[in-house]
Structure formats: structure tokens, C-alpha cells
């Protein structure tokens, strides 16, 4: 064996366990042989391109037969943590072997002179010695001085092999001075180093950089880099969601993630000196339960991690629906009642990274006390030194500290555990923080969370003062629900705590989701959101008991995660729960019903005809009093809006106002602020108010084109956009327009219509969207005066940038117009539609369609739910055109991935659907919409005649 060989072998085999199994995984000795070989065989002594080539299919080899078993081992233990150790010293091992190669048989000089030595550093995170499958690796070539002829061709030897073999490779080539130099000045370069991990080269280079960087460096910069670093954390928080409960979270990046972990590692090993949770605990910094769920949370997160690498072949950090359930079931997590089998694992992972914001809080607490203790040392190390200690009114168990509450001793919540609610009731009143002490001391006191304190009386009314809080109740419930007093005061929300839907829909868990319900209540009751919700502002304004909205707030979504409808059973936990609280029988029942019925609003105001006086008299029948009209329209607002960026939008408030307007004279006698009449006569006054530049026949002319619904479901801003685009179209003398808006925030692009109007036009809309693959999300359908459709079509975002997706928006418009105008035929349009990326077709929605005469005095009422894709408006409206029926208001709405349409029909004369048979046939035909896609229009298909109308087969 050539002295390159063996030290390859000595240091791959280095100490007589192999807790990663690497001989399992590489064969170190084969590997030195083989390359000797092909040095041995070459003429110039393993110099030549043709020996770089052996060499170069040879570590490939190696590589990928080395990265299938650990891919393997994963499988077998589970264990991400040695996933990633595994990964990080097959790397080693490779790095090792094409260096001492290019030295022994490249370079040719073994024996290098003083200032030729080099030593290869890993660093960053291949320095922690682990890696993810697709990760970068990162390299420090260390050099004693300037770069030599004979360092630079060896890391050019080792960085083309390693970019030849597919790896990307950072790299940096600095002197022992330079390292020094820039680490005083640059943090990222400083924590870079700060984990560094020799690979190959010299031991003494590596040796001379750690004594220098701990004495010239690290000494006495504690507070500088502790700040730096969670200044970049919040940063980075900031930038890729500022909570660990988004569905789709970045396992790497995100608030909860790797990346918290590593920042709680470089605070404690830059600060402390250590390298291990042993270390912390030994130094009492964290107990052994906190070290074992760091251990647990980095071997879970670098599962998950490492899984995502795999399956995708590539480096991808953010945990995306199309990845969940695959890893679910690599992970062996199973379907239980209520809960499948990837919400159950979200739920384990929200959890791990709920745990890593504890440990962040415990660790910061640490470092306060130490500052408290030493001042000249620790000054200004996590938070300027504390301002001197205030004494809380009425208690001595507590006191505040630099504007944050603290606890006055070790026992104060095991002498009087009700003071695990008053705490946050204090901080609450007073509007102060939570030092991370009192957090820890919380956390750490949880068993006191017992039935006693759950039955409580004053526990229980400082709970609801909390939850009541007039300036910031969002803020106390959060500390509360983090420190885990939440859960196990109100255990059916300990069920709902880290659990996610999976589903397109919903932004957030299910728990952060209430939260943030509280906290636009808490806005709109402040006067913060008037312009956007003035009626929920006035409603508030003038209530005269908070507690039930605010109860049924925190409620609404309590039972989530269950086998039975969640409103249902959140109305009995209501019942159960509120006489617990203080709650007086009126009050129960009025909580239980605002829980059981509030998805009502919404569903009636999206998914109804609001100008039929069916749907009014129906809605106000449901709610029958007029506080209950009050309360329920302020919960829908807050629950909509609580469910993600860009969800509400004008349009959706603009129809629960009208929807609560024209409920309210029947729930007060007839009596109402305003009757629809009013309503619409006030609205054509702001309209003709906003054209006051048009001369006045004109503007006359241009709001008698409009019918009142307009003016009622339309927001102001809106219908002046509406008015300029008519105005151009008609200056223009064109007979068909189309016009483009898009909004980055709530990912929404809309396309404005104005066309003849004919039964087929909704269908040739759609149609046209289909063919350029974009998928409708909302619409809304007007007709005017002279005969004309002004159509509203709301698609889903399909490019980050303005400019590209105003374009891509135009062409679906040129798509639209060239079918409306008869210049293409659908068939031949949709023949080149593109494929869409919809990720829909991981979530099973079984279609359902109801033909309901009941709803309407005038129409037929056709509601299809269903799996949503592109094109499918275009064949329901076309199937439904193809059974002889007339659109007279169609209503559509998309939650995600599931869409519910809802038609208002009637035959072609007029009569609505009252034949059975017919009415099966209208079931049918549709249901084949969503079973059969590539049988219709927009699947590429074309059906027999009996198919389209809905006929069965005999």
C-alpha cells in the first residue's frame, strides 16, 4: 500500500467503534487500492487526463454506492442526526482521498516545504460535521502565508474533481492572518470558521487558527456575536414567515427549523466554550429533559431534512403538500380517527419546532442571568443591561424588569399555582413582556396545570380577563399557548395546539389560526381596521358584552382534527367549557350557536344568490336575532381573514355587508339603519361622486346601465375601474373588451369581460382561462341594461413578478376574445392549452352535486363541490349548457384545492327544474365532469350525445 493509501485508511479508521457503520458504507482500504492502482498503470504516475478520468468514475462510484446505503440506513433506524453524520464523513472520506492523491501522484511533494503546507477546513455546516443529501459543501483552503504554485494546484485538483463528480462547492482560499483579519469584521466568515473541522492537510495549520481565533477573536466579543446572531435570526424570520406554524414551512430556514438550532449551537459553543448539550447541562444551562429535546428536535428536523433531499434528488428546504405525505410515510406515521396519516406528522413536526423556540427562550434566559451577575463581562450581551427593578402593585410573587414581568422567586407557582394564570393576567394589564426566566420557570412548572387549577373560580375569570384584554389579548395568549399553559388549562385546545389541515386552504395550524382570529378582533375593536370593515367597527363600537364573541372566537375551530363535523362538536365543547369560565346560561347557548353556525355567513354571501329573497329569508331564519346577526358577521371576518394572507379581499366584504343589511329588517320588524333601496340609491350617489369629472348626461347615462345587485356586491373602487373600462371600450366603438389587474398580496389576478350577453358566455370565459391554464378562483356576473355581460373572473397567480404575469394574464384575454369572437373554436384553443402544476391532485375530494329546488322561489339551485383544476369551470358551465339549461347567477368559490360552485338555473323557457328524472340527469352529467376529466372539453375528449346530456347507459 502506497503512503497515500494508508493515510487514507489510518484516519477513516481511526478508533475502534463505528457508530456510523462507515465500513458499511465505503470501503476505505478498496478505495486507496484502487486509486494506487490507477497511478500505478499510468505513465506519468496518475498526472495524466487519462488517470483523472479512472480516478474521476471511480469516486463517483464510490459516491453514489456510499450514499444509497446511508439512504438505506435511514430507512432501517430513522435517525436523521446520523443521516447526516453518515453523509458528512463519506464526504470526509472522498475530500481526503483526492487530495492525498493530487499530493502523492499529481503534485508530487509529499514533503512539503514550510510555506507550501496547506490544511483543507471544512466549514458551516459540513463543519458541524453533518450534511443533508443536496447541501453544499463547504471549504476553507489554509494556507501559513500566501498562496504557492503547489497549494493552488492541489485545491484546483480538488475542487474540479469534486464539481466533476456533481457536488456544489463553496470555497475560500486565506492565509491563518486573513481568517483573522476578516472574522473580526464579517460575522458570517466568523461563524464559518467557528465550526470548522479539518479534513485533510496539516494538523498544526488548524491548530495555530484555533488558538488565535479564541484569543484574538472570540475573547470578549460574547455580547457582540449573541447580538449579531439573533439579529439575523429575526431577520430571517422575517423573510420566510414570522411563525413555525405555516403548512408549508421551511425546514432549514424556517421560524423553528434547522437554521434556530444552529444559532442556539453557535451562542452556546462561542459563549460557553462547549460543544455539546452534555456540556450545557453540566453547566446548568439546561436541564437533562431540554438537552434530550435538543438531541430529539435535531435528529427529527435532519429526518425530515434528509428525506426531503432524497426523494426530490436535490436540495429543497421548504416541506411542500406534495412532500408531506410521502415523508409521513417514510417516517411510519399512520391514519388515526379524525386525523390522517400526514396531518399526524405535521403535527410532530410543529411540535419539534414549538420545542426549539423553548430551548431559544431557555438558553437566552441563561444568558441574562450571567449578565445580571457579571456586568462588566456580559454587558449589553442578549438586552442593555436591566433598568432597576419595579415592584408590581398587589403582589409580591412578581415584579417587571426592563418592561418584562418576572418572578420573584423559584416557588412562586408551587405555592400558588394560580399565579400561572395571573402572571399573564399582570402582564396583560400592565402591557408588558415575559423575561425568558419567568418563561422558563413556567415552562418547567407545567405539572401544576391540574384539574384543580382548571376548576379554579379566579383562575378561571383571570383567564377570561386575559382572553378579553382590550389592548393586545393575542400577545398574552401566545406566551401563554408557547409556555404550554394554554393546552393544559383548556385541554381541548391542547388537542388543536401544532394540528394542520392538509389542504390548500389554510395557512396556518390550526391553533395559530384562533390566535390570529383574536388578534383582528382585538384591531377592529381598537378602530385599527375601520376602512376595511366599518360595520364590524360600528357593531363593536356598541357592544354592550364582549365575552361571548370573544369565547366563541377562541372556540370556533376548537374541534378540529375530529371524526364529527367540528362545529357540532365545538358546540359541545362550548356548552362544557364556558359555565367553567363564568359564562351565565344566555351566554353558553349563544357561544355554543355562534360555534355550531359559523361557516353560515360565509357560505350564504359566497355561495348564494343575494338578490334572490329566498336566500335572505332562509339566512335570517337560521339566525333569528339580531345580536346574533351582530356577532356572527364580526366572527366571519375575523375567521376569513385569520386564515392567510390574501384571503379576504374587498369583494368577499362587500357581499357579507349586503348580506347583513338586507337581514337586518327582518330580524328587527322591518325596521333597518338602511333598507336596500337606500343601500343602492346612496351607491349610485358615491359612484356618480367618483365620476363628478364625467359630464353629467354621460355619467347619468352610465349608472342607469347597472342594476341595483351591482351596485350593492361591488366595492366602490371597483365599479369606478368598472365605469373608465366601459368608457374606453365604448369611445373605442368595440362590441367585446377585456382588461387585466394584478395584486401580488392576495396572489390574484383579475380579468374584466365586457362582451354580448348569451347563455354560452361563461362557458367561452372559462373556457379560454382553461386554454392558457390558468384556474379560476372567483367570479362574479353582472348584465347591464343595453343587453351587455360584464364579467369579473378572479385566476390564481402564476409568476412572482408584475410584468410577467400582467402578460401571461393578456394572453388569456386574447385567448378569451379570439373564442368570443368566433375567430378560434374551443376544440382547437383548448388542443394547446398548457398543463397545469396545480397541486390539487394530492388532495381526494369526492364530488358531490345537489340540485335543490328550495332555495329559491324562481330558480333551480345546482351546487357542485369538487376536486378543483384547470378548466373545470369551462365543462361544467359547457355541460351545463349542453343540458338546455340557462345560467342566470353563477356563484364561484374555491377553498384551496376543493371548489364550490353554485348555479341558479332554468330551463330554456323560463320554468324551473322539476322533474326527477331530469334533475338525476343533472346529477349525473356533472358528477362525469369530475370522474371522467378526460372525456371533456378541457380534458382533451369529446362525448357522445347521450354523455353530454347527462343519459345513462342501459
Known sequence: MSSSSKRIAARSTSGEADPLRMAEIIDVEALASDLDAIAAEDETGGGSARARGKVLALLKAASENGRQAVKA????????????????????????????????????????????????????????????????????????????????????????????????????????????????????????????????????????LAERFGQEVVEGTSAEFIAAKLAERDARH????????????????????????????????????????????????????????????????????????????????????????????????????????????????????????????IICAALEDEQAKDAPRFRNLVRNLRSRARKIPGTVDFYVDNNRINVSGPDVFQKDPVNLIRVFKLAASL???????????????????????????????????????????????????????????IPEFGRIVALMQFNMYHHYTVDEHLLRSISILSRIERGDLVDDHPVATEITRALKDRVPL???????????????????????????????????????????????????????????DLNDRKTIVDFAEKVQTLERLNLLLILTVCDIRAVGPGVWNGWKGQLIRTLYWDTEPLLTGGFSQASREDRGRAAKARLADALSDWPIAEREAYIDLHYQNYFLTVPLEDQRRHAEFIREMRLAGLALATAVRVDAFTAITEITVLASDHPRLLSQIAGGCAAAGANIAGAQIFTTSNGFALDIIRINREFEGDEDERRRAQRVCRNIEALLSGREAMPNLLARRRTSTQQAGLFPVKPRVTVDNALSNRFTVIEVEGLDRTGLLADLTGAIADLSLDIRSAHITTYGEKVVDVFYVTDLIGAKITSQSRAERIERRLIAVFENPEEEACGGGSLSFPQAVGIAKR
Open 550 to 608: 370573544y369565547v366563541a372566537l377562541l372556540l370556533h375551530d376548537i374541534a378540529k382534527g375530529r371524526p364529527e363535523d367540528h362545529s357540532v362538536a365545538g358546540a359541545k365543547i362550548a356548552r362544557h367549557l364556558c359555565p367553567r369560565l363564568g359564562l351565565d346560561e344566555r351566554e353558553t347557548e349563544l357561544v355554543a350557536w355562534l360555534v355550531q353556525e359559523h361557516l353560515v355567513m360565509s357560505m350564504t354571501a359566497q355561495q348564494r
Open 73 to 208: 440506513m435511514l430507512f432501517e433506524d430513522g435517525h436523521g442526526g446520523l443521516c447526516a453524520e453518515r453523509l458528512s464523513a463519506l464526504q470526509d472520506i472522498l475530500i481526503r482521498a483526492i487530495h492525498d492523491y493530487a499530493v502523492a501522484h499529481v503534485v508530487g511533494t509529499v514533503n512539503a516545504s514550510s510555506g507550501e503546507r496547506m490544511t483543507v477546513l471544512a466549514v458551516g455546516g459540513y463543519g458541524r460535521g453533518k450534511l443533508a443529501p443536496g447541501s453544499d459543501i463547504d471549504l476553507l483552503f489554509l494556507l501559513p502565508y500566501k498562496q504557492t504554485a503547489h497549494s493552488e494546484q492541489i485545491a484546483e485538483y480538488l475542487l474540479y474533481m469534486l464539481w466533476d463528480m456533481g457536488f456544489t462547492v463553496g470555497h475560500a482560499t486565506r492565509s491563518v492572518q486573513e481568517c483573522i483579519r476578516l472574522s473580526r469584521t464579517d460575522m458570517t466568515i466568523r461563524t464559518s470558521i467557528l465550526e470548522r473541522r479539518r479534513v485533510a492537510g496539516v494538523e498544526a495549520l488548524e491548530a495555530e
Open 431 to 489: 402591557e408588558l413582556e415575559y423575561h425568558p426566566a419567568a418563561l422558563k420557570l413556567i415552562r418547567r412548572s407545567l405539572r401544576l396545570v391540574n384539574a384543580d387549577l382548571r376548576e379554579n373560580r379566579e383562575a378561571n375569570s383571570l383567564f377570561l380577563d386575559v382572553l378579553t384584554d382590550r389592548k393586545d389579548p393575542e400577545l398574552h395568549l401566545r406566551r401563554m399557548n408557547e409556555a404550554g399553559v394554554l393546552g393544559r388549562f
Open 238 to 361: 422575517a423573510k420566510f414567515g414570522d411563525t413555525r406554524y405555516l403548512v408549508e414551512p421551511n425546514v432549514k430556514e424556517g421560524k423553528g427549523g434547522l437554521r434556530d438550532l444552529n444559532t442556539l449551537f453557535w451562542i452556546t459553543k462561542y459563549h460557553y466554550r462547549v460543544s455539546s448539550g452534555e456540556d450545557l447541562v453540566r453547566l446548568g444551562v439546561l436541564s437533562r429533559h431540554e438537552a434530550n429535546l435538543f438531541v430529539k428536535a435535531d435528529d427529527f428536523l435532519w429526518a425530515v431534512r434528509c428525506h426531503m433531499h432524497f426523494i426530490a434528488g436535490k436540495a429543497v428546504e421548504r416541506l411542500s403538500f406534495d412532500l408531506q405525505p410521502e415523508i409521513a410515510g417514510r417516517l411510519g406515521y399512520n391514519t388515526h380517527p379524525g386525523l390522517k396519516d400526514v396531518e399526524r406528522f405535521m403535527k410532530h413536526y410543529f411540535l419539534m419546532a414549538k420545542d426549539v423556540g423553548d430551548l431559544t427562550r
